[in-house]
Each structure stands twice: as C-alpha cells, then as structure tokens.
C-alpha cells in the first residue's frame, strides 16, 4: 500500500511522532503517580555535571554526524562519477536509508534498553546482573541482524517495488542492497556493545565503536571523489593527460584516448 504522500508525508511522521510523544509525556506529568515535582529541579546545580554527561553523550552522538558526513560523500562521489543515471542512483540510495532506518529501530530499541537496565544494574553493584543483561542483549540483537541480514539479501530484486515502479530504480536498489547488508549481522552487537561501554562510564570505548565505522566507510569514497576529479582534470587537458601516458610508460603519440574530448 502506498500513501503517495512523497516529503511531505515524512516531515508529517516525524511530526506526528514527536507530538504523540509530548502528549504521552504530559499525560504521564497529570497523572502524578511516582513522579518528581518540578520544585525538585531547583534542588541542584543545572550545568553542575554537564561535562560528565557530554564526554559520555559525544560519542553516539558524533556518530549521527558520521552518518550525515558519508550519506554526504556517496552522494557526491554518485555526482562525480555517473555521467548517466544519477537521478535513478539517488533515488534508489535513498530507498536503501529507508529501509535501514526501519531495520534500526528495534535494533536501537534492544541497544537503549539494555543500556538502561545495565546502568542502574552497575551503579548497583550488581554485575552478575548486569552480564547476564548483556549476553541477552548481545544475543537478541546477532539473531535480529541475521533475519534481517537474510531478508534484505534474499530480496533485494523486489524491495524496491514497495516504493516506485521503475524497474531502473529497482534493480539500482538491488545492486545498493547486497554489499550494504553483507555484514549487516554485525551492526547489531556493535551497537548493543557500544551503548554498553556508554552506560558503565567509558565513553574512549564507546567512540571506538561508534566512530570507527564513518571513519572507514567515508574513506573509499573520498579517495574515489578525488580519483574521479584528477581523471577529468587529466582528460580535459591535453599536457597533463600527454604527461600521464609517458608516466605509463608509452609514447603519447600510440595512446589513441590522447585526443581531446569534445
């Protein structure tokens, strides 16, 4: 079924969501059952453990860049280097993020939960607790990620067809899907493991989960970017591509790609 909604239909979801969550949490502050007075945020310091709480938030929280900073460079590297169906490549790498972004939700629902059961567990003293939490979760989230692992690889050719109709878009969704989700299945222990490290106060170790995966993906496409740029750079100039096919090692007059392109 579709809604045929386009952007204005996902700015209307968040939307949505985020006024049903305000009217849960006000329903939850009229009630009064178990819940602190407001007068109590008046007993402490606001910004008194502020720098404690962001070195722990700024790992996970840098990492959201680091997803914006690759989704930046794939689409650029697509800009750069598809001289024909740049419009389909897009569209199908959009429908891939989407898709993603649905597979992550449980994942980030077991990763949040288990954080929250693990901090009070180890403020607590109780660590037998709070392993034992963390094999479950660890465990919950491998079997997770390999159902949708399976899933997203053995149907790649029609997962697109739950989103348009062109059958370029499609098979570009298909060929986007298959390296993307190979190693889907461990997405979700680094993720349960990453919160984990966050919960218990070692946010070096938390960044060193989270961040690493941007650092490495954005790589291949930068180096890409400026390979692309130096080719066309190269191509467009008669000196600089002369000087590259002696670079190779033969005569610039037996490179038949040594004529300038029009």
Not at 46 to 54: C, F, H, V, Y
Not at 202 to 213: E, G, M, N, V
Not at 219 to 230: A, D, N, S
């Amino acid at each position: 079924m579709r809604l045929d909604v386009g952007v204005a239909g996902s700015a209307w979801g968040t939307a949505m969501a985020q006024g049903i969550g305000l009217a849960l949490l006000l329903g939850l502050r009229l009630s009064g059952h178990h819940i602190s007075s407001l007068k109590a945020l008046g007993n402490a310091r606001w910004i008194g453990k502020w720098q404690a709480i962001l070195i722990l938030g700024a790992p996970v929280s840098l990492s959201f860049i680091g997803i914006a900073l690759v989704s930046g460079t794939v689409i650029t590297t697509l800009r750069l280097t598809s001289d024909t169906g740049y419009v389909e490549g897009i569209a199908a790498y959009g429908i891939v993020t989407r898709t993603f972004s649905f597979t992550f939700m449980p994942l980030m629902a077991i990763a949040l939960a288990t954080q929250s059961i693990v901090g009070n567990n180890v403020g607590a003293k109780l660590y037998h607790r709070s392993n034992a939490v963390l094999r479950i979760a660890l465990t919950v989230a491998v079997l997770y990620c390999a159902v949708i692992e399976v899933i997203l690889l053995a149907g790649n050719g029609w997962i697109g067809r739950g989103f348009v109709n062109d059958l370029n878009v499609i098979a570009q969704v298909g060929v986007i899907l298959r390296p993307m989700s190979s190693l889907y299945l461990f997405a979700g222990p680094v993720l349960v493991l990453a919160l984990y490290f966050q919960a218990i106060g070692k946010p070096r170790h938390a960044a060193s989960l989270t961040l690493i995966k941007a650092q490495h993906m954005g790589k291949r496409p930068y180096k890409t970017t400026i390979q692309v740029k130096w080719r066309r750079r190269r191509d467009s100039n008669p000196r600089t591509l002369a000087r590259y096919s002696l670079s190779r090692g033969a005569p610039s007059t037996t490179r038949p790609h040594l004529r300038r392109r029009v």
